[in-house]
T-cell receptor, first 112, second 117 residues
Framework: GDSVTQMEGPVTLSEEAFLTINCTYT??????LFWYVQYPGEGLQLLLK?????DKGSNKGFEATYRKETTSFHLEKGSVQVSDSAVYFC???????????FGQGTELSVKP | EAGVAQSPRYKIIEKRQSVAFWCNPI?????LYWYQQILGQGPKLLIQ????????DSQLPKDRFSAERLKGVDSTLKIQPAKLEDSAVYLC???????????????FGSGTQLSVL
């Protein structure tokens, strides 16, 4: 079945460092891809999405490009802030009802 | 705009007891989801409703879990009897899209953290 694999955390960075969180997927057909973020004490919220190959999703300085050839959707940010500390989830939608299939999450901790 | 409301926020029970969780989605959202998030894992879909009908319950342990969405608005998820491995956060989410809309944004509640002792 469809699945998502993320790099393991926790990831600890200094403020203004470059961030990459790797995400790869396995799916039949052409899924939509998402990054959701969970800040401490809050619910999951959509960070960005891409619905077809070569699309780039972006929001709040974060970017991810839908790479069909490598089945990847890596999350990047050029300069992280302490406020970016959260758990990041990569997910796909299987085009059969809109349900999301999530990766295991990657915890990011940004130190001042 | 009010978000997805869930209650209770926390629940502690002993194994073999029963428990129920409540969810009120965003007004007008046709699709409602219940997810289970075990510590250190990503959320896993338990059941998906379209209005008051079930469209996907393939991963719901039906011998102990049940869910309903009467009148197509709020929903309850029940576990009876609970097992130790049911300890998790139970997330409710809703979306405005109809069944088959793969790129529709989901809005999540804060979840109910269940501890089974």
């Amino acid at each position: 079945g469809d699945s998502v694999t993320q790099m393991e955390g926790p990831v600890t960075l200094s403020e203004e460092a470059f961030l990459t969180i790797n995400c790869t997927y396995t799916a039949t057909g052409y899924p939509s891809l998402f990054w959701y973020v969970q800040y401490p004490g809050e619910g999951l919220q959509l960070l960005l999405k891409a619905t077809k190959a070569d699309d780039k999703g972006s929001n709040k300085g974060f970017e991810a490009t839908y790479r069909k050839e490598t089945t990847s959707f890596h999350l990047e940010k050029g300069s992280v802030q302490v406020s970016d500390s959260a758990v990041y989830f990569c997910a796909l939608s299987d085009n059969q009802g809109g349900k999301l299939i999530f990766g295991q999450g990657t915890e990011l901790s940004v130190k001042p | 705009e009010a978000g997805v409301a869930q209650s209770p926020r926390y629940k502690i029970i002993e194994k073999r007891q029963s428990v129920a969780f409540w969810c009120n989605p965003i007004s007008g959202h046709a699709t409602l989801y219940w997810y289970q998030q075990i510590l250190g894992q990503g959320p896993k879909l338990l059941i998906q409703f379209q209005n008051n009908g079930v469209v996907d319950d393939s991963q719901l342990p039906k011998d102990r879990f049940s869910a309903e969405r009467l009148k197509g608005v709020d929903s309850t998820l029940k576990i009876q009897p609970a097992k130790l491995e049911d300890s998790a956060v139970y997330l409710c989410a809703s979306s405005a899209g109809s069944w088959g809309r793969a790129n529709e944004k989901l809005f999540f509640g804060s979840g109910t953290q269940l501890s089974v002792l």
